[in-house]
C-alpha cells in the first residue's frame, strides 16, 4: 500500500529560527521532538548523515541533512515500513515560513493493516506534538491538536496504562515536566 502523509504548520518566525528546531533534533536541547510525552528521537551520534536509532519501535537512520533547512530519514524498522519521513523548511515570507513533515513509504506484510490502524494515528498525534512543541520552543502561541479518543486508548494500551496526558510546554526551552499543561 502506498502512503503519503504530509503535516504542515505555518510559524510567525524567520526561516533561520525555524530552521534551529531541525538542528536541535535528538540533541539535549531537543526544541522540535515532544519528548515531554513522546519516546525520545535518538541516533548512535549526533544529527548527521548515517546515524542511526529512531524513536519507540520506529528505526532509521539520517539519509541526508541540510542543517538549518531539511532531514530526511530512512526506514528500516518496523518491517514492512519502506520509505521515509522528513522534516523540512518551506519558503514564505521574510517573517513567516512553514515547516513541513512528510512521511512517504510503502507498506508490505501486516504493516498493510497495522499502519491505518495503529501506527497512523499514533504518528499523526505524535506530528501535531512535534510543530507545537516547535511553536512553544519559539516563543510561539501554540496551536495544540488534541488526541482522539482512539489515540488516548492506543496509548493506554501499548504503554500498559502508564501513558501520560496530552501535554504541551507552557514556556519556551523548558520542556521538563515542571512546566507542562494538561491538555486534555
Not at 104 to 121: C, E, H, Q, Y
Amino acid at each position: 500500500m502506498e502512503v503519503l502523509n504530509i503535516h504542515e504548520r505555518a510559524f510567525d518566525a524567520e526561516s533561520r529560527k525555524v530552521g534551529s528546531l531541525i538542528d536541535s533534533l535528538s540533541s539535549k536541547d531537543d526544541r522540535l521532538w515532544p519528548k515531554h510525552i513522546w519516546p525520545r528521537m535518538e541516533f548512535d551520534r549526533s544529527l548527521s548523515v548515517g546515524a542511526r536509532g529512531g524513536h519507540g519501535p520506529i528505526r532509521y537512520f539520517v539519509e541526508q541533512y541540510t542543517p538549518g533547512k531539511s532531514v530526511k530519514f530512512r526506514f528500516t524498522g518496523p518491517k514492512g515500513f519502506d520509505g521515509f519521513h522528513a522534516f523540512e523548511i518551506v519558503a514564505g515570507t521574510k517573517h513567516s515560513v512553514a515547516l513541513k513533515h512528510m512521511l512517504k513509504m510503502d507498506t508490505n506484510g501486516l504493516a498493510i493493516v497495522s499502519w491505518p490502524l495503529i501506527f497512523r494515528p499514533i504518528h499523526d498525534a505524535l506530528i501535531e506534538d512535534s510543530l507545537t512543541t516547535g511553536q512553544v520552543s519559539l516563543g510561539l502561541v501554540p496551536q495544540v491538536r488534541a488526541w482522539s479518543l482512539w489515540v488516548r486508548i492506543l496509548r493506554l494500551v501499548i504503554s500498559g496504562g502508564k501513558a501520560r496526558s496530552q501535554t504541551t510546554p507552557n514556556k519556551t526551552n523548558t520542556p521538563d515536566r515542571n512546566h507542562l499543561r494538561d491538555i486534555s
